[in-house]
Structure formats: C-alpha cells, structure tokens
T-cell receptor
C-alpha cells in the first residue's frame, strides 16, 4: 500500500531564516506530487506540482521554491521566511488525470515569528 | 476556469441530525468529483468520489450523487455523530488535468 510522509510535523522559525520541508511517498512510482498551503481557517492553496523528477510547476509567485531530486521525494524551500509564510503545509500525491484522487500527508505546521 | 462553491459554514448540528453540505461546480470539461474530510491538525482524507453523471459515492454513512444537470455534488449523512466534526472539502478534477480544484471547505460541529 502507498504511504506519504512529511517532516517535520511542526516548526517554529524566525523571520528571515531558511526553510526546508520534506515529503516522501512509498509504494508507488512516478507519482504526481503537490504542495499546498492552508492558512488558518482558510481553504487550500496549490503552491507547486511536479509530474516527474526535476519538473516543477509553480502556481503562484511567492517566497517559496520546490524541488524534486528523486522520483518520490518533494522538497519545499525558502531562503528567507516571511511572517506571511506561516500556515499548514500539505504534501499530496496522485496518479494524474481526472478519475484519480489525491492522497495527502499529515502536514507540517509552520509558525514564523 | 474551473471552480467549486460550497455552502458557508460553520454548520452546527446536534448528534443524530441529518446533514447536507451543498457543493456546486463549474468546469469546462467532464470532471470527477470528490469529498475530502480534514480532522483537526491532520491532513485531508478522501471520503468519497464519483466519476460520471448519476454516480453515487458513499463511505462511512456519507453519500453524494453526481448531478450533471445541476452541476452539484451535495454531501449527505442521515445521522451525524460527534466524531464527524471536521472540515469538509468538495473538489473536482478534470479528465486530462493534473490538478484539483478545491472548494473553500465547510466546518461541521456536532454537539452531543
């Protein structure tokens, strides 16, 4: 069966510090991978998605970047965090195409102070 | 572009009450439709899905029917429990698309 992991689970970082969040998927190959952000009490905002190694699409211009160094690894990064980067970050994987659902990781709660 | 609209929350019900959360969508193609549930502090879990018109998705007592004529996918449950308290997201995915479109979510609180 497939599983998706995210770490860390929670993170408190000062403004201006770097960020690295990691997501890995087990039990499947060549998945589509996604990063979402969920601000407090808000819906989901798609940040990045990837259909293969080294292939990253950005949905919104921002202070963040993503990389996919391996087939089942997806990393979200920032060189300098802003207060507005606080939120709940969710990684998801899917097989792509209309009938296939996405499966979500447990999320990382990021607080920028 | 595609979009999903959900009823505004929060929705507060007593235990054993009937639940309806409305969801309507706009899509250029022929999408698949999904309901996800998010419990406090957790990621989203797939609750049910439907891939074509008149399909009924069901799981854990929840059900939703894909209505193409009204572009709707309303979530229902006959008797809610306190453990159903969560945020519910309606979503769609186009046939040849890579991404989902999520609704804003509806928070449900069930009181004992």
């Amino acid at each position: 069966s497939q599983t998706i992991h995210q770490w860390p689970a929670t993170l408190v970082q000062p403004v201006g510090s770097p960020l690295s969040l990691e997501c890995t998927v087990e039990g499947t190959s060549n998945p589509n991978l996604y990063w979402y952000r969920q601000a407090a009490g808000r819906g989901l905002q798609l940040l990045f998605y990837s259909v293969g190694i080294g292939q990253i699409s950005s949905e919104v211009p921002q202070n963040l970047s993503a990389s996919r160094p391996q087939d089942r690894q997806f990393i979200l990064s920032s060189k300098k965090l802003l207060l507005s980067d606080s939120g709940f970050y969710l990684c998801a994987w899917g097989r792509g195409g209309g009938t296939y659902e996405q499966y979500f990781g447990p999320g990382t709660r990021l607080t920028v102070t | 572009g595609d979009s999903v609209t959900q009823m505004e929350g929060p929705v507060t019900l007593s235990e054993e009450a009937f639940l309806t959360i409305n969801c309507t969508y706009t899509a250029t193609g022929y999408p698949s439709l999904f309901w996800y549930v998010q419990y406090p502090g957790e990621g989203l879990q797939l609750l049910l899905k439907a891939t074509k018109a008149d399909d009924k998705g069901s799981n854990k007592g929840f059900e939703a029917t894909y209505r193409k004529e009204t572009t709707s996918f309303h979530l229902e449950k006959g008797s809610v429990q306190v453990s159903d308290s969560a945020v519910y997201f309606c979503a769609l995915s186009e046939t040849y698309g890579q991404n989902f479109v999520f609704g804003p979510g509806t928070r449900l609180s069930v009181l004992p």
